[in-house]
């Protein structure tokens, strides 16, 4: 028993300390222990005797307490209370508070001093931060480092500086000081809170993490993708520290589970399947434990353990439990020698069944352990296997069929050494025989047959490939390879893709009756259930790696505005609440998920397992990763909490157990039911037409005719009343009297003010366009620009800028574009003429006519377009331009003169008149828009030889006109922009021809025509046409090469060689020909298509 | 002539001011309305969509009658839900990971849809003789796509892509089938979480005409985990920060550019893991944004939305809460409704919830 159970134990019960921490000072004399009252310190060379109390006051258990770790300082020790730090100095039995440390605003969840730094010590926090502090310096931390989540572990790195870790949830960082806020290295380690983190002692790079999952895993932190071992203890881990010798591990289980375990376990990392020892001793679950420094020499090691019973253990680790956990004292070549002397061989024997046969014991006596797994394999290999110091070779076989998903052991015949194994990865299939020499692992590698397969057979020499370089690898090191070699085989088969059914497979062995199994299984799984499963890329899902820590947490509720009038939700179900509803906000990253992926289910389950039946946790498999994480573990259902009280409140009443097993079965599983329903949300999409601005009813039935403004705005007003838009009504009410014929604007500059100028003219306009804007109704916008657009505008200042152009590079299409319209009374250039043309239209339905127009203006004008027209050459360039034309002008009234001179003075006074705010004419002047400005140039370019006084008066007019406007044409551009954007509206809202409405009152602004223009010479008079009409004789230009009758509507030319005609017609002749109608002898079918191409290309 | 004008002018004032007067009231009379109607907002349409597991984003089409639907079971799914119905038209597979978000194309393209996804991918779904299969796949990124956004139609078919990998991808089609792409590689150190274009005709654009000709200005916006806001400008065929906009306080986890409805003021919204929303407004003159804290949530905000016409804003965040905020004629935000998700509830104010 002493054996199995420990070495030689020393117990020192100290029944009224209550103590909640305990610590063992660096040089292994006292052990501190921490309890809300008292300080206690025992010395542990006399543990039962020696004991300093120190009394202190305070309503907080001390969470944790640590002795400095540099010799030098042995004395001093830390404790954390609540918020608080207290440095205290143990000098002559007596405790000296050094100083407090205070900066944490939530309880100290662990402290750690620097191995390096002798007055540093690290603490952390649930709020998050991450300080230290230099002793000397008490009043504030030195460092902080702030993370998201609260961190309850803190480790400095023992062997290399500058390099701690903490622990968060179920992830571990990595930080180096130096760095700053940044963690060098993340590891999301367990999908559960981690519960202790240790560092190696001898390599700066491993750690070990014990965590809620009940797994303890050791990492190299560089590789924080996967963890170097991972033990599986069966129940949720407190802490696991690293052995000061070999590669052994020592883990307690968490202790407020307070579920009779009691003992403490000695693993050794390669050996995952069983500890290697167990400490059994304590009478309630331990609380700490801690190695004690050994003097120099000493070959045992002491392990100081405190628990809830209140007592005090000092446990001897003596040397050959230190090789069972991979120590080795001697050299390689001395294990050698040992393993062959047979002594060795029983004494590892002994050891081995101890504690097999211990943990048999444990099973019956106090029946705890989930974990029946290894018992099975254990006890009928132990008794054939031969070796400890590795695994046998029957653990080793535990742990791959265990461990590797696809494994079947088929046969195995240990006496000869020999296992056979049957591999499958989706539809490959592989029977291998590993056979493993007496020797093995020691530099002695396993040989591998190949017995059957449906892969290739170059894959087989892959297979053999891999396994010999893997073992041969392993068995250099005297370590098992099995495992490793099984998962690279397990590799290549799953890239080796599908796996071909008729080749020839060198066996014998395989029956019909398999073979058709194979087929059936194979194409079973070839039914593509889902494009996804049939893929041979496994799914990506979060892991919780550390890419997962940049990505953001996903969405799980949102709402978007869709359309016009459709607003999208979707939510998480109200059934279903947050799982960390305590906490204040939802994590941000990804990564954060994995901590709520399973501690909250494993945690349930472990809860409920142990009220409901024994039974059916030990049948139970271990909890196993789940593949990947979903966001809805985040979430959980809001009743689940009492529902579980209500049933373990119904098991204490129940006395019968059949009850207790079979109805939280049930409950449970409509749980699972009801959750599985209630995980998606309904869709919702609310229409929210009622306050949008724009209305689809209005879009609809609004009337926009320029010619009945009247009428229209009335309609409007009625439109507006049927849905109540009381603010509408008012508005059209006001359109309709400022679109009063009577307030046209006159076109002479020297009437009357305009309306536009007059406070209710463009200023209102302007208020009521600003109100629209400010409540974003653009419905009203567009329809207030449309209704105050000026039709005729847009042809002014697109055509002068195309003719003046034109006028430069050929002079013939000036005379023509003058011949063209002659029909205008005033005969001006083509400049005036559209600004004339213009005021015409205004003029029709205005109170001036174009009678009206004092004649002095035609005169004055008309002269100008001399210099262009006349054949005679300019003047020369003595004479100036403004002699030229006064001398014509002088020529035919000399009261013309007059008016002329008078005409500034006049418009001078029109501009004093009507500027009521004071505005002088040089800011109206320098207000004019860009687009505007470029075409007055274009006029001077053009009207180079007119007198700079007419120029002047031409400007005049410009102002007059654009004075006139209701609408700012300065912000022309804007309005344009307002009326396609109502137009886009109405097009989501399938309005095609009330948006078509709105876009003819609408600039047209697309100027560059990408088309190709077929250049035709009339029929009729062979003249050059571009259009459809000849302009001279007024005939359709093209005529049809079928029927030779001009076409008037859709006309269809090949490019190559012009002939063309109606569309029909041209359809039909090129359905069963290829050759141009005409004769001409062009194959028009190729060359278009040949020249469509290369047009293309080009 | 004088006294005339005079007389007029007396009359017009006495009838303007009372028309301003009406009008005045009317408004304030609408807006009064306008928090009633929203308790009146009906649901129109509850579609139950039978994922698998918790949805990352629903869009409706441009004409508001297919809904698109992704979900972290790794499919997408398209519903008709014109006058009320729900059918499933297609279940699309083809992520291998959880969807995060879709877009829709105009529909001068065709039906189109953009998803993208933890797998790195972004996918363009289309919409073919009545089925839907894939058009394009881009997997040039390293690491999951948090956003996907298509361009304004103006620009042709094009669409801008952040992923946590820090970079924004903007993939045009050329027109002949091939796509281009163009990456901005850092755009947001540690990651990039959302982008939106701005509307086709940038405010600034508008009275340079000769820039206007040239071509119109692509702009968007992204927010990433560096917490800043960023416009990126397409500056002859390259795309560079234009600005760069600093006040929140953790990862920005969306931004929206508001619709332009043809005014010169620009409107971003963006909300972030600190819990506030920040409304981001230029005026269209300067190339100063300047900002207002919309509201300091409670819980982390997620997602923000505008309205066609950009006045009114929908925030939704990890409290599974959706609010409406608009802005009032003075230029204050007020929170016009409050959307319970899961109830599908709609109460006037937080606090009644």
């Given at each position: ?147 998201v ?22 992830d ?10 940044t963690p060098?290295q993340y590891i999301s ?34 590789n924080p993708r996967k ?304 494009p996804v499963?049939?893929s041979n890329v496994s799914p990506m899902y979060p892991t919780g790696g550390f890419q997962d820590l940049c990505i953001p947490f996903p969405r799980t509720?949102g709402?978007s ?26 994590p941000r990253a990804l990564s954060d998920l994995v ?32 593949e990947g994480i979903s966001v ?467 | ?50 994922h698998?597991d918790m949805i990352h984003d629903a869009q ?8 698109a639907t992704c979900s972290s079971d790794r499919s997408i799914k ?14 699309l597979r083809g992520h291998e990971g959880p969807v995060w978000q879709l877009s829709w194309a105009?529909?001068?393209f065709?039906?189109m849809l953009a998803s993208c996804g933890y797998d790195r991918k972004v996918i363009i779904w289309k ?5 839907w299969g894939k058009l394009y796949e881009y997997a040039h990124h390293d690491s999951s796509v948090n956003s996907v956004s298509f361009a304004p139609?103006?620009y042709g078919l094009m669409l801008a892509c952040g992923s946590s990998d820090g970079s924004i991808s903007i993939i045009s089609s050329t027109g002949?089938g091939n796509w281009e792409t163009k990456k901005i590689n850092n755009a947001h150190t540690i990651g990039c979480n959302a982008v939106s274009w701005a ?19 692509k702009r968007f916006v992204s927010g990433g985990c560096d917490f800043l806001v960023k416009i990126w400008i397409e500056d002859?065929g390259q795309w560079v920060e234009e600005q760069k906009l600093?006040?929140h306080?953790d990862w920005v986890r969306d931004v929206a550019w ?10 971003i919204?963006s909300c972030s893991q ?26 982390v905000?997620w997602h923000v ?49």
């Amino acid at each position: 028993m002493a054996v199995r159970w420990s070495t030689e134990q020393v117990v020192a019960e100290f029944k009224d300390f209550q103590a909640s921490a305990m610590a063992v000072d660096c040089v292994g004399q006292w052990a501190l222990l921490a309890g809300r009252k008292n300080l206690a310190f025992v010395d542990l060379n006399k543990p039962s005797q020696t004991v300093v109390k120190v009394t202190r006051q305070s309503k907080w258990d001390i969470g944790c307490v640590q002795w400095n770790r540099h010799a030098s300082h042995a004395y001093r020790f830390v404790t954390a209370c609540n918020q608080r730090l207290d440095v205290f100095d143990f000098r002559d039995a007596s405790a000296v508070h050094l100083c407090s440390l205070k900066a944490h605003s939530r309880t100290v969840s662990d402290i750690d001093w620097s191995p390096f730094d002798v007055n540093v010590v690290a603490s952390c926090s649930v709020d998050t931060f991450t300080y230290f502090w230099d002793v000397r310096d008490s009043k504030k931390p030195v460092k902080s480092f702030q993370t998201v989540s609260g961190a309850y572990q803190v480790k400095w790195n023992k062997v290399t500086n500058n390099l701690f870790a903490t622990t968060h949830d179920g992830d571990v960082r990595i930080w180096d000081p130096r760095k700053g806020n940044t963690p060098v290295q993340y590891i999301s380690a367990h999908p559960s809170k981690i519960h202790g983190l240790d560092w190696s002692n001898t390599d700066q790079n491993k750690l070990v993490t014990a965590s809620q999952d009940c797994n303890i895993r050791v990492w190299d932190y560089n590789n924080p993708r996967k963890s170097e071992a991972m033990i599986n203890s069966g129940n949720p881990v407190w802490r696991a520290r690293y052995t000061p010798f070999g590669e052994g591990v020592v883990s307690v289980v968490v202790p407020q589970l307070r579920r009779g375990e009691n003992s403490l376990y000695l693993w050794h990392i390669r050996n995952q399947a069983s500890p290697v020892h167990t400490f059994v001793g304590h009478k309630d679950v331990i609380l700490e434990f801690q190695w004690r420094k050994q003097p120099e020499g000493a070959r045992d090691h002491q392990l100081v353990t405190w628990s809830k019973d209140q007592s005090l253990r000092i446990w001897k680790v003596d040397p050959t439990m230190q090789k069972s956990c991979g120590y080795e004292i001697d050299d390689l070549e001395d294990c050698l020698v040992e393993d062959d002397t047979p002594s060795q061989n029983t004494s590892h024997f002994n050891g081995f069944e101890s504690v097999t046969n211990k943990r048999l014991d444990t099973h019956s006596s106090d029946r705890t352990r989930a974990n029946s797994g290894p018992v099975r394999g254990g006890t009928q290999l132990s008794l054939m296997s031969s070796r400890l110091s590795v695994l046998t070779l029957g653990q080793e076989l535990n742990e791959v069929i265990e461990q590797t998903p696809g494994v079947k052991l088929e046969e195995a015949d240990l006496p000869n050494r020999t296992l056979t194994f049957k591999l499958t990865k989706g539809q490959n299939s592989l029977d291998i025989s590993v056979s493993f020499p007496e020797k093995y692992p020691i530099r002695v590698a396993p040989q591998l047959t190949i017995l059957q397969s449906n892969l290739d057979p170059d894959v087989y020499v892959r297979i053999m490939k891999v396994f010999n370089d893997t073992s041969s690898i392993h068995v250099k090191k005297n370590v098992n390879c099995l495992e490793p070699c099984i998962k690279q085989i397990m590799l290549v088969i799953e890239k080796s893709g599908t796996p071909t059914l008729t080749q020839d497979i060198p066996s014998a062995v395989e029956d019909r009756k398999s073979m058709l199994d194979k087929k059936f299984h194979v194409e079973k799984v070839r039914q593509p259930t889902s494009p996804v499963a049939q893929s041979n890329v496994s799914p990506m899902y979060p892991t919780g790696g550390f890419q997962d820590l940049c990505i953001p947490f996903p969405r799980t509720c949102g709402a978007s505005f869709c359309s016009n009038d459709f607003l999208v939700t979707f939510a998480v179900p109200a059934a279903l609440k947050k799982v960390n509803e305590d906490s204040e906000v939802t994590p941000r990253a990804l990564s954060d998920l994995v901590s709520y992926s399973l501690s909250q289910s494993q945690w349930m389950r472990n809860q409920s397992n142990s009220f409901v039946s024994l039974s059916l946790f030990y049948s139970s498999p271990p909890p196993q990763p789940p593949e990947g994480i979903s966001v809805s573990s985040f979430y959980t259902e809001k009743s689940s909490k009492n529902r579980h009280h209500r049933s373990s409140h119904h098991h204490h009443k129940s006395r019968s157990r059949d009850s207790r097993e079979n109805k939280p079965d049930k409950e449970r599983e409509s749980d699972r039911v009801s959750k599985k329903m209630q995980k998606v949300g309904f869709i919702k999409v609310y229409d929210i037409s009622c306050i949008n601005p724009v209305n689809k009813y209005l879009a609809q039935n609004y009337r926009l005719d320029l010619d009945k403004l009247g009428e229209t705005c009335r309609h409007n007003v009625d439109v507006a009343t049927k849905i109540g838009r009381k603010d509408l009504i008012q508005l059209w009410q006001l359109v309709c009297h400022m679109t009063q014929p009577s307030l046209k604007p006159s076109p002479n500059i020297a009437h009357e003010a305009p309306w536009a100028y007059c406070p209710f003219g463009r200023p209102l306009l302007k208020q009521m366009l600003d109100h629209s804007a400010k409540s974003r109704d653009v419905q009203t916008m567009a329809m207030l620009c449309c209704v105050f657009w000026d039709r005729d505008r847009p042809k002014k200042d697109r055509i002068p800028f195309d003719r003046t152009s034109q006028s430069k590079n050929e002079p013939r299409s000036t005379f023509e574009y003058a011949a063209a319209n002659t029909y205008n009374p005033y005969h001006t250039v083509s400049s005036m003429t559209n600004l004339l043309k213009g005021w015409t239209s205004i003029n029709k339905t205005g109170s001036a006519t174009a009678a009206s127009l004092p004649p002095h203006t035609q005169q004055q004008i008309s002269p100008s377009p001399f210099p262009l027209l006349s054949p005679v050459p300019p003047p020369p360039p003595s004479s100036s331009p403004s002699s030229l034309l006064a001398s014509g002008s002088a020529r035919g009234k000399g009261r013309t003169m007059a008016e002329v001179a008078s005409q500034p003075n006049l418009a001078a006074l029109f501009r004093a008149g009507r500027s009521k705010s004071g505005k002088s004419a040089a800011v109206i002047k320098s207000k004019r828009s860009f687009s505007w400005s470029e075409s007055c140039d274009e006029f001077t370019r053009v009207e180079d030889n007119k007198d700079p006084r007419e120029r002047e008066m031409e400007r005049e007019k410009t102002l007059h006109y654009n004075n006139s406007q209701m609408l700012d044409p300065e912000l022309r551009p804007q309005y344009e922009q307002i009326k396609k954007a109502y137009a886009n509206i109405l097009f989501k809202w399938g309005l095609l021809n009330e948006r078509a409405h709105i876009l003819k009152h609408t600039d047209s602004t697309d100027t560059e025509h990408r088309v190709i223009e077929c250049r035709v010479s009339c029929f009729n008079c062979s003249e050059d046409v571009r259009g459809a009409q000849c302009h001279r004789c007024k005939y359709p230009a093209l005529r049809c090469s079928i029927c030779h009758i001009g076409v008037r509507g859709l006309s269809i030319i090949c490019l190559a060689c012009g002939d063309g005609g109606h569309t029909s017609h041209m359809m039909t002749w090129f359905s069963q020909q290829s050759v141009c109608p005409t004769g001409c002898g062009c194959v028009c079918l190729q060359e278009n298509t040949f020249r469509s191409l290369t047009d293309q290309g080009s | 002539m004088m006294t005339y004008f005079l007389q007029d002018f007396n009359i017009c004032l006495a009838l303007a001011v009372l028309i301003c007067v009406h009008m005045a009231w009317g408004e304030k009379e609408g807006e009064k309305e306008e928090i009633e109607n929203m308790t009146k907002a009906s649901v129109i349409n509850s579609v139950d969509t039978a994922h698998e597991d918790m949805i990352h984003d629903a869009q409706l089409d441009y004409y508001g009658t297919k809904l698109a639907t992704c979900s972290s079971d790794r499919s997408i799914k398209i519903f008709d839900v014109t006058n009320g119905q729900q059918t499933l038209i297609t279940h699309l597979r083809g992520h291998e990971g959880p969807v995060w978000q879709l877009s829709w194309a105009h529909p001068m393209f065709g039906h189109m849809l953009a998803s993208c996804g933890y797998d790195r991918k972004v996918i363009i779904w289309k919409e073919t003789n009545g089925s839907w299969g894939k058009l394009y796949e881009y997997a040039h990124h390293d690491s999951s796509v948090n956003s996907v956004s298509f361009a304004p139609h103006e620009y042709g078919l094009m669409l801008a892509c952040g992923s946590s990998d820090g970079s924004i991808s903007i993939i045009s089609s050329t027109g002949d089938g091939n796509w281009e792409t163009k990456k901005i590689n850092n755009a947001h150190t540690i990651g990039c979480n959302a982008v939106s274009w701005a509307p086709a005709t940038a405010p600034n654009s508008l009275f340079d005409q000769q820039i206007a000709q040239q071509g119109l200005i692509k702009r968007f916006v992204s927010g990433g985990c560096d917490f800043l806001v960023k416009i990126w400008i397409e500056d002859n065929g390259q795309w560079v920060e234009e600005q760069k906009l600093e006040g929140h306080s953790d990862w920005v986890r969306d931004v929206a550019w508001a619709h332009s409805i043809g005014l010169q003021k620009s409107i971003i919204a963006s909300c972030s893991q600190d819990c506030r929303v920040i409304i981001w407004t230029n005026d269209g003159i300067s190339n100063t944004w300047s900002s207002k804290i919309l509201n300091k949530f409670e819980d982390v905000v997620w997602h923000v939305s505008w309205s066609t016409t950009g006045n009114i804003l929908a925030v939704s965040g990890g409290d599974n809460k959706v609010t409406l905020w608009k802005e009032s004629l003075e230029g204050h935000w007020v929170c016009i409704s409050d959307v319970h998700k899961g109830q599908g509830t709609i109460g006037d104010r937080p606090a009644s919830g």
